[in-house]
Nanobody, 120 residues
Framework: QVQLVESGGGLVQTGGSLRLSCAAS????????MGWHRQAPGKQRELVAS???????NYADSAKGRFAISRDNAKNTVYLQMNSLKPEDTAVYYC??????????????WGQGTQVTVSS
C-alpha cells in the first residue's frame, strides 16, 4: 500500500504565506505526477498545481504567480509554497500522487487533506 501524509496547513492572514508538504511512503516502485487539489465549502474539488517526475509544472490560473510547486524525488515528497494568500484560497488542500506500487498497477493516491484558512 501507499500512504500520503500532508502537513503545513493552518490559519494565516491575507497576504501571508504557507508551505504545504506531502510525503509518500509504502511499497512504492515509481512515482509519476504529484500535485495538489483543493476543495472549498460548497465548491467542487479543483486542481491547484501539479509536477511531473521530470519537474514539469502546471498551475491553475488562480495559483499562477503566487504558488510554487516543487518535489524532492529522494524523499518522495511534494511541496506547495503559497504566497500572497487571499481569503478565496481558503479550502481543504489534498495532495495526490500517481504511483506504481510493487503490488499494484498505476493508481492515484490521495492524502487526508489539510485545512488552509486565510482571514481577511
Amino acid at each position: 500500500q501507499v500512504q500520503l501524509v500532508e502537513s503545513g496547513g493552518g490559519l494565516v492572514q491575507t497576504g501571508g504565506s504557507l508551505r504545504l508538504s506531502c510525503a509518500a511512503s509504502g511499497s512504492i516502485r515509481r512515482i509519476f505526477t504529484m500535485g495538489w487539489h483543493r476543495q472549498a465549502p460548497g465548491k467542487q474539488r479543483e486542481l491547484v498545481a501539479s509536477i511531473s517526475s521530470g519537474s514539469d509544472t502546471n498551475y491553475a490560473d488562480s495559483a499562477k504567480g503566487r504558488f510554487a510547486i516543487s518535489r524532492d524525488n529522494a524523499k518522495n515528497t511534494v511541496y506547495l509554497q503559497m504566497n500572497s494568500l487571499k481569503p478565496e484560497d481558503t479550502a481543504v488542500y489534498y495532495c495526490f500522487a500517481n504511483v506504481i506500487a510493487f503490488t499494484s498497477p498505476l493508481s492515484t493516491y490521495w492524502g487526508q487533506g489539510t485545512q488552509v484558512t486565510v482571514s481577511s
